[in-house]
């Protein structure tokens, strides 16, 4: 399964981005996705997960309550909606696809990764 993650730019404090993963190849079309990131100098980290059906979701508490993940299975894309940004949100924006179904926090379970897409969030 390919992935590629687009969307990212720059953007200012409280502003929003929508960030986009499109599956190609074996799209584990009804199987976890999740999005994470890794800003310089620090260890990739979890953002959101969604579950197969996309009838389950988990965020890290850092997001909650400002970023929506959701899923089109028609489309194989999976999104990162990202309101209220701060600059602390500041990364290289991961998304990732297990074969798993349930929602999964841990980087380790996932068994593809996409490029990243770098979201710059300005002060």
């Known amino acids: 399964v390919q992935l590629q993650a687009s969307g990212g730019g720059l953007v200012q404090a409280g502003g929003s981005l929508r960030l986009s993963c499109a599956a190609s190849g074996r799209t584990f079309s009804s199987n976890t996705k999740g999005w994470f990131r890794q800003a310089p100098g620090t260890e990739r980290e979890f953002v959101a997960s969604i579950s197969g059906s996309g009838g389950s979701t988990d965020y890290a508490d850092s997001v909650k309550g400002r970023f929506t993940i959701s899923r089109d299975n028609a489309k194989n894309t999976v999104y990162l909606q990202m309101n209220s940004l701060k600059p602390e949100d500041t990364a290289v924006y991961y998304c990732?696809?297990?074969?798993?179904?349930?929602?999964?926090?841990?980087?380790?379970?996932?068994?593809?990764w996409g490029q990243g897409t770098l979201v710059t969030v300005s002060s």
């Open positions: 990732a696809a297990s074969r798993a179904r349930t929602v999964i926090t841990s980087p380790r379970e996932y068994d593809y």
